[in-house]
């Protein structure tokens, strides 16, 4: 059946790790390949097939117009595929400026959404794109947040509302018209990797025995990523950032934040943070 799983998360939540882990699940537990550039689940807002199979330049366009043609896309590649396809998302589910659904619900066969407390959120946030963590804080409650602003050639994204994190989570979570999202929250996922990774890949309907899955939670610990990063890099990692993979443990805001930054999180997002159990 030809649609769309989309891995959506704000950014630094465990959507990496996430791919990653169903990598190496695909493939019965192999290590993933940090040679060469990790291809599963490449993200939704690549610029280079958007231009290739609407045959434009996404250079030439201003942002909404890029926007308001990814639904078209989206169609367009889905009929390319008769097997599902998954997607790493960083957008907020929103309309475009024509009024259609950025993702369009009667593509959508699914949505893995990876959440993440906002106060660790932001202390990854601030080191992944060589910000102060006040500003990441600024960032995370600006309503006109976006990721790859302005489509000047050279960008390998098409830019990305991000909306603040709270109407990030709740877009996603409460979208009209899509079939029920599956939730993950990052805490979870550290504690118990190969019960999450069971959990998604039951939704995406995987035959996945717990042997296989156990064997791919090996081959993705975070010291074994960290070690791999090592070796050979990481593709993903931004040029202002040391590296990509930098603790990888929840919580560890509680070491970095001072307690006002923390109150001002905690006074921006208290609802969505109840909401996820993050009060």
């Known amino acids: 059946m030809s649609g ?11 959507n990496t790790w996430l791919r990653l882990a169903l990598s190496s699940l695909s493939r019965d537990g192999a290590p993933p390949d940090f040679a060469a550039k990790v291809g ?4 939704a807002s690549n610029r280079s097939p ?12 201003t942002d909404e117009e890029a926007e308001a043609l990814r639904p078209c896309f989206y169609e367009l590649e889905a009929r390319r595929h008769a097997a599902p396809q998954l997607r790493k998302v960083h ?3 929103t309309l475009t400026s024509a009024g259609e659904p950025l993702f369009p619900p009667a593509l959508t066969l699914g949505t893995l959404y990876i959440a993440r407390d906002p106060r660790d959120v932001a202390v990854s946030l601030a080191a992944h794109l060589g910000m102060t963590v006040d500003e990441a804080i600024t960032a995370l409650a600006a309503p006109e947040a976006t990721l790859a602003r302005g489509g ?7 830019a990305q509302r991000l909306l603040t994190w709270s109407a990030h989570v709740e877009s996603w979570l409460d979208a009209p ?4 999202p599956l939730l993950l929250r990052y805490e979870d996922m550290t504690v118990d990797a190969a019960g999450a990774l069971l959990r998604v890949a039951r939704y995406l309907g995987w035959a996945a025995e717990r042997e296989a899955v156990e064997r791919a939670v090996a081959a993705t610990r975070f010291d074994a990523l960290f070690a791999a990063e090592e070796q050979y890099g990481f593709h993903e990692r931004p040029l202002k950032a040391v590296r990509f993979f930098r603790r990888g443990i929840a919580g560890g805001w509680r070491d970095t934040l001072t ?10 997002h208290a609802k969505v943070m109840a909401r996820l159990g993050y009060a």
């Open 4 to 14: 769309y799983h989309w891995l959506a998360s704000y950014p630094k939540s465990g």
């Open 40 to 43: 599963f689940a490449p993200i």
């Open 50 to 61: 958007f231009d290739l199979l609407l045959d434009v330049d996404s250079a030439d366009l």
């Open 91 to 93: 957008d907020a589910w």
């Open 152 to 158: 000047k050639r050279g960008k390998t994204q098409l």
């Open 177 to 180: 018209g899509m079939p029920p």
């Open 259 to 268: 307690p006002a930054q923390a109150d001002q999180i905690e006074r921006d």
